[in-house]
C-alpha cells in the first residue's frame, strides 16, 4: 500500500472545531491510514483556535492543510462566547442575531459554506494534482463539503476515486433540510449528483442508506457501513476495580445544551429527575449550558465540570457507575450513533440511553445488553428506569460486559472496511 495516498477533505478539524465529536473520526481514520503505509493529506478550515483537546501532538504528526476561513472563525468565535455565558439567558440583540443566522442558514443551499468551496476547491485540485493524488475522501457534515469532491469528480473525472463520506443525513431527514420548497427543491437536486458522481458512499449508521435508497435510487452495490468504533491502542485499564461512589454516579461527556431548538436538551430529563427521591448525581463533562434556574433546582444533583482533555474524560468515565447518552430531538434520531456510545463500550461501564425510542444507539445498546434505555417523552418511564436502576446499584447488580465480545466496533475493524475501495 505504499503507493496509495488519500487526500481527506472536512470542514471542521481540530483544533479549530467546538467539540471533538466533529473531527475525531476523521483523525482516527488518518491515523489508521497512516498505520497501514498510506499517505495522507487532511484540508480543512481554519479558525479561532478552540482546543487540540489532548491530541496536539497527533494532530501536528499528519499533514494538515489548514485555508483561513471567515466562517469559521466566527464559529468558533461564537464558541468562546458561549463558554463564557454558560446558564446566562440570551439578550434580545442575540436572540435577534440568532433568527438572522437562521435566514441566512435557509437561503443557503445547502448551508452557509457553500459560499467558500471554490477556493477550497482550488486549494485541493493543487493538492491532488502535486502529489499525484488518486483518493479523495469528503466528510461531512457540513454538506457544503461535499460540493468540493462534486467539483473535483467533475474536474478530474476517473483520475480521482471519489469516496463521500456521511456523518449524519442530508435531505433524508428534517434535521438539515430546508423549509421553503424551492431550497428544498435545491438541496436535494445538489444532494442527488453528489450521490450519483461519488465512485464509493461510505455512511456510518446503517439507517442513513436505507433513507437514501428511498428517497433518491438504490446506491447500496457502492455503499460501505463504516461506524466511528472505540479506539483499543489508547492504553486505558478498563479492567480497574468498580467505583464505590457514596450515590448512583451518572456521567455524560459532550455538549449539553438547554434550548428547545437543540438536539441534546436535558429539560424533559430534569423534569423527571424532580419526581425521583433517590441519593443520584448527574456528572456533565464538555460545552455545557444549563440555566442558572436548573442548576438552583436541582443543586446537589447535578454538576458541571466543563470541557477536559480527550484522555482525562475517558479517565473520568471509569469513575462513574453508568455512563449517558442523551439525545431529545425525533427528527433523525433513528440514526444516532454517536462516538460517545463507542467509547462508553470501551470502558466497559453500563450505558443509558436517553431519548426517543427509535435510536439506533438504544437499538445496540439493547441487542448487546449494555445498559439501560429511557424514553425521554414518558415521564412514567424515566421516573420508572431510574428507580430499577438505583435499586441495581444499591444491590451491585448493575448491567456488566466485556469488551471481549464487541471487537467488531472498534475503529481497526471499521476502518479496515475501507482499505478495499481504496486506489
Known sequence: ?????????????????????????????????????IEVIILSAKGQQTSYFGYEEEVRKLNV?????????????????????????????????????HLIDEISTPDVGIYFVKKYFRQAIGIVNKH????????????????????????????????VDYRDSWNTTRVFQ???????????????KILQAADHFVYCSPPILGKINSKFFDITHKSLLVMNGFDPTIGLNTQKILPKNECLTIGHFGSIVEHATNFRNPALF?????????KIKIVFYGAVHISESWQDRLKGIIEIRGNVSHRQALDSMQRMDVLMLLHSE??????????????????????????????EAARIVTN?????????????????????????????????YKIERLKEFSRPHQYSKMLDILQ
Open 1 to 37: 500500500m505504499q503507493d496509495k495516498k488519500v487526500l481527506i477533505i472536512l470542514r471542521e478539524f481540530l483544533p479549530y472545531c467546538n467539540s471533538l465529536g466533529t473531527a475525531l473520526r476523521v483523525l482516527k481514520m488518518a491515523e489508521f491510514f497512516v498505520g497501514k503505509g
Open 65 to 101: 492543510h489548514y485555508l483561513p476561513d471567515l466562517l469559521q472563525y466566527n464559529n468558533t468565535k461564537n464558541y468562546h462566547l458561549k463558554s463564557k455565558r454558560n446558564g446566562r439567558t440570551q439578550s434580545h440583540i442575540e436572540a435577534l442575531v440568532k433568527k438572522i443566522r
Open 132 to 163: 499525484h493524488i488518486r483518493n479523495v475522501i469528503v466528510s461531512s457534515p457540513q454538506h457544503s463539503t461535499q460540493v468540493i469532491g462534486l467539483m473535483l469528480k467533475r474536474r478530474l473525472s476517473a483520475k480521482i476515486n471519489l469516496i
Open 178 to 192: 430546508k423549509s421553503t420548497f424551492i431550497f428544498k427543491m435545491l438541496s436535494e437536486s445538489l444532494e442527488k
Open 270 to 278: 430534569f423534569e423527571a429527575l424532580l419526581n425521583l427521591n433517590r
Open 330 to 359: 425525533r427528527e433523525g434520531a433513528d440514526e444516532v450513533l454517536t462516538s460517545k456510545l463507542f467509547e462508553y463500550m470501551y470502558i466497559q461501564r453500563p450505558i443509558l440511553v436517553v431519548g426517543p425510542e427509535d435510536m
Open 368 to 400: 448487546y445488553g449494555l445498559g439501560y434505555c429511557i424514553n425521554l417523552y414518558d415521564q412514567e418511564d424515566i421516573v420508572n428506569k431510574m428507580n430499577a436502576i438505583y435499586e441495581q446499584w444499591q444491590t451491585a447488580s448493575l448491567t456488566s
